[in-house]
């Protein structure tokens, strides 16, 4: 049974970084997609970005040019830096992973990770 674990969240001024890992274990994840995903309160949770199962990376609009996605060639590590950090970023992350293909939306992925907060104070 696979699982996944976040660390790396923390509070920050804007403009400053932090940089987030997910450690996959349980099995291996190195055809699936992988991704990482946001929620704060009262809002549904949104995608920041994925890597698809052949490497390739997205993002969306709201992050682009800011974050960075990344992983190890087996995908047993998950990364996202994130530079220049506004207030509007505060959430809860997650880590999540899907073998069929389903990263781009955050509704019908196989595996979560347990969140790791991130606070932006302006």
């Known amino acids: 049974q696979g699982h996944l674990a976040e660390s790396g969240g923390g509070s920050v001024q804007a403009g400053g970084s932090l940089r987030l890992s997910c450690a996959a274990s349980?099995?291996?994840?190195?055809?699936?997609?992988m991704g990482w995903y946001r929620q704060s309160p009262g809002k549904l949770r949104e995608r920041v970005s994925h890597?698809?199962?052949?490497?390739?990376?997205e993002y969306a609009n709201y992050v682009a040019g800011r974050f960075t996605i990344s992983a190890d060639n087996d995908k047993k590590n998950l990364y996202l830096q994130m530079n220049n950090l506004k207030p509007e970023d505060t959430a809860t992350y997650y880590c999540?992973?899907?073998?069929?293909?389903?990263?781009?939306?955050?509704?019908?992925?196989?595996?979560w990770g347990q969140g790791t907060q991130v606070t932006v104070s302006s």
């Open positions: 999540a992973a899907d073998f069929w293909e389903r990263c781009l939306s955050p509704l019908e992925l196989d595996y």
């Open positions: 890597i698809k199962a052949d490497g390739r990376s």
């Open positions: 349980g099995r291996s994840f190195e055809t699936a997609c």
